[in-house]
């Protein structure tokens, strides 16, 4: 397996436009989960899905967020408008979650720069 | 505040020697978790242990958990310098349902030659 994808790698944008992130989970995990880091406030939990589901949005610091899961395979994060304040690397992780034992698999992550 | 807090914060050895990380965390947990990552990269899961289990070894790796003091550690013998990156708990709470794993802020470890 290719493991989860995520795309772009690298995003630069002004302020005010949107962006959206792009992630494909590991084929047959359940669950996906958006995290945003920066040195500042570390890894934190935007949203998760548990079979498409938004199941936890608490994470997703304002309405400028949205986050989506159509199918199995494809979930986006988007950000409309952007401010230099998201600037942080984004990354998704996925898992086969059952039980509250699992682990999860992350991308290689977005870094996405908002001038 | 973070569920997981590692100390220390940054941790600097030799290659061969020994590194020790601490996390600790404030609520029942179902399980802690264990994630490496190198610079520019995703994590990387390393160990699970759960909350019945006092210790667990995986390769140099091994991790212990005392729930009655809400801290967990991890040691890496032998240590590389491929073994540099930061390394984070994380915490599944005991609620009986699944649950979303919180990560603590990390411990980066540099292993000179």
């Known amino acids: 397996d290719a493991g989860v994808i995520q795309s772009p790698r690298h995003e630069v944008t002004e302020m005010g436009q949107e962006v959206t992130l792009r992630c494909k989970p590991i084929?047959?995990?359940?669950?996906l989960f958006w995290y945003r880091q920066t040195m500042m406030r570390g890894l934190e939990l935007l949203i998760y899905?548990?079979?498409?589901?938004?199941?936890?949005d608490s994470g997703m610091p304002e309405d400028r967020f949205s986050a989506k899961m159509p199918n199995a395979s494809f979930s986006t994060l988007k950000i409309q408008p952007s401010e230099p304040r998201d600037s942080a690397v984004y990354f998704c992780?996925?898992?086969?979650?059952?039980?509250?034992?699992?682990?999860?698999?992350f991308g290689p992550g977005t870094r996405l720069t908002v001038t | 505040s973070q569920q997981g807090e590692e100390d220390p914060q940054a941790l600097s050895i030799q290659e061969g020697e020994n590194a020790t990380m601490n996390c600790s965390y404030k609520?029942?947990?179902?399980?802690l978790q264990w994630y490496r990552q190198n610079s520019g990269r995703g994590l990387v899961h390393l160990i699970l242990?759960?909350?019945?289990?006092r210790e667990k070894h995986s390769g140099r790796l091994r991790v212990t958990l005392d729930t009655s003091k809400k801290s967990s550690s991890l040691l890496i013998t032998a240590s590389r310098a491929a073994d540099t990156a930061s390394y984070f708990c994380a915490t599944v709470p005991n609620t009986g349902t699944a649950s979303k794993l919180t990560f603590g802020t990390g411990t980066r470890l540099q292993v000179t030659l």
């Open positions: 084929s047959g995990h359940n669950s």
């Open positions: 899905f548990n079979n498409n589901v938004p199941i936890d």
């Open positions: 992780a996925s898992s086969f979650m059952t039980g509250s034992s699992y682990e999860q698999y």
């Open positions: 609520t029942s947990i179902n399980n």
């Open positions: 242990i759960r909350s019945n289990e």
